[in-house]
């Protein structure tokens, strides 16, 4: 077995005297499909930004592709060790964060160009070719103002795309748009699922957990409460807890 | 003695000089002042105080004193500690420094208003904090106060003729040392006056083009 891509020990998160994350523990293998779920409240996006030091950890330790991503460094350091970090990690936000000034395709292309890794004609080539992907290839010079939320949202799958990350960590990426726009996202999400991408999906869309993911983390007041394969989690679910938060979804 | 326009051709030569010294003036103290008043705000948002603390300090002296006592602390206080500056180079760091204080109060609220996912998004794409405000941030918070960044420079141009009492042969120096040789105050300051007010009309224009385009992608 190789080591996991993601391995969570111990997190801890205050904010202030409120914690949010009281030891949670977890292994994510490259290529693993984690869906994250839970009441409002219970963490789950502060344990997502965590793992790109959106938020700083109180305790305990992230390693992500063999490096320690909460190392103590002087601030210099540790800027230049977050960089490098969050080149390899894609995120997605539940109100997309585009570039309002920047068209669709400038978004793809502007940290491609910004760290060096391209020259201006390769990172057009390959924001094309993401935009392609994403389905909007006739939106290249559009401003997000002039885009759905579904569209805004696959540029933005795609800009994160464009730095060729190892892992995509999703903030309810379709809590923010309408019902009829929210299978597209879910499509693309599928497509990159399918494609041997490590992602973590923080979701109250559990039709859409259950079909994409192939481990379930159920948390609640800052701990997992259950976890395992999707069919385990949402079928035959052993906490109570996880029983009354299913019924309770599914039931609205 | 009534007004007698015909004599201000004779003229032309001296104020067609005055007035491409007012633009040069004008353009200059722009450009520092816009670029000025984006690194003063950025500053001002430093984590550190010891960077704040000075930055807010020299605004709030900008802002709390005239410019004509600047421009003569510029010009004439500076000599004293060995800086002779010529009296353009003076007018034109006395313009930038006075206007760029108050720019950067525009765009500084302009940066703390821009949507903190905006921050993190570029941050998150592993951008560093200068490449997110300078590629992200800055040019959103700018584009956002176009108008009132406007507003300033207009206010400049007209400021400008401030510089004349150093000696400097902008346009409204150029109206008086016609007025001295032809004793015709009221035909030369008319002109002058005209002259401020096309000026202005092409910076308006101008700055009505920077608003369009800065407000493309709404
Ligand atoms: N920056 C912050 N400062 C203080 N408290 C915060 C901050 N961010 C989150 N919290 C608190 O931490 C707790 C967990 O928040 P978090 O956003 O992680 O929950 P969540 O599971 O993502 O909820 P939701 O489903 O509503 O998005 C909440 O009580 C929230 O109020
Ligand atoms: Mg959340």
Request: charged share 20%.
């Amino acid at each position: 077995m190789s080591e996991p891509i993601v391995k969570i020990r111990g997190l801890k998160k205050n904010f202030g005297s409120l914690q949010v994350l009281k030891g949670i523990d977890m292994d994510i293998d490259q290529g693993q499909i984690f869906a994250l779920i839970g009441a409002s409240g219970s963490g789950k996006s502060t344990l997502l930004r965590t793992i790109n030091q959106l938020e700083e950890v109180t305790e305990g330790e992230i390693w992500f592709d063999g490096e320690l991503v909460n190392q103590k460094l002087p601030h210099r350091q540790r800027e230049a060790h977050l960089n490098r970090l969050r080149q390899n990690i894609g995120m997605v936000f539940q109100h997309f964060n585009l570039f309002p000034h920047l068209t669709a395709i400038e978004n793809v292309t502007m940290a491609p160009l910004m760290l060096g890794r391209v020259n201006k004609a390769e990172a057009i080539e390959q924001a094309k070719k993401l935009l392609d992907k994403v389905g909007l290839s006739d939106r290249g010079d559009y401003y997000p103002s002039k885009l759905s939320g579904g569209q805004k949202q696959r540029v933005a799958i795609a800009r994160s795309l464009a730095m060729n990350p190892k892992l995509m960590l999703f903030d309810e990426v379709t809590s923010a748009l309408d019902p009829e726009l929210v299978g597209e996202v879910n499509r693309v999400m599928k497509a990159l699922a399918e494609e041997d991408m490590t992602m973590i999906i923080v979701t109250h869309d559990l039709r859409f957990a259950e079909d994409v993911s192939d481990h379930v983390i159920f948390m609640a007041d800052g701990l997992v409460v259950e976890e395992g394969p999707p069919s385990l989690v949402f079928r035959a679910p052993q906490e109570d807890r996880t029983k009354s938060f299913l019924q309770q979804v599914f039931n609205d | 003695m009534g007004l007698d326009f015909s004599i201000l051709p004779a003229y032309a030569d001296i104020l067609w000089k005055g007035t491409l010294w007012t633009i040069a003036l004008t353009v200059l103290s722009m450009f520092f002042s816009l670029a000025g008043g984006v690194v003063f705000a950025v500053l001002q948002l430093n984590r550190h105080a010891i960077i704040r603390w000075p930055v807010a300090g020299f605004a709030w002296l900008f802002m709390g004193t005239p410019l004509l006592l600047q421009l003569f602390l510029i010009y004439f206080g500076l000599v004293q500690i060995g800086l002779d500056l010529n009296a353009f180079v003076a007018g034109v760091i006395a313009l930038s420094l006075h206007f760029a204080v108050y720019n950067s109060e525009i765009i500084r609220s302009a940066i703390v208003a821009v949507d903190k996912g905006q921050y993190e998004a570029a941050r998150s794409l592993g951008l560093s904090q200068f490449q997110a405000m300078r590629k992200a941030i800055v040019p959103q918070a700018v584009a956002n106060v176009t108008p009132a960044l406007g507003n300033m420079m207009i206010a400049l141009l007209k400021e400008s003729a401030l510089v004349s009492v150093i000696g400097v042969m902008e346009l409204t120096l150029s109206a008086q040392r016609a007025i001295s040789d032809s004793f015709r105050p009221f035909e030369f300051y008319i002109a002058a006056g005209a002259i401020y007010y096309v000026l202005n009309l092409g910076l308006e224009q101008a700055v009505r083009v920077a608003e369009r385009r800065s407000a493309q992608y709404r």
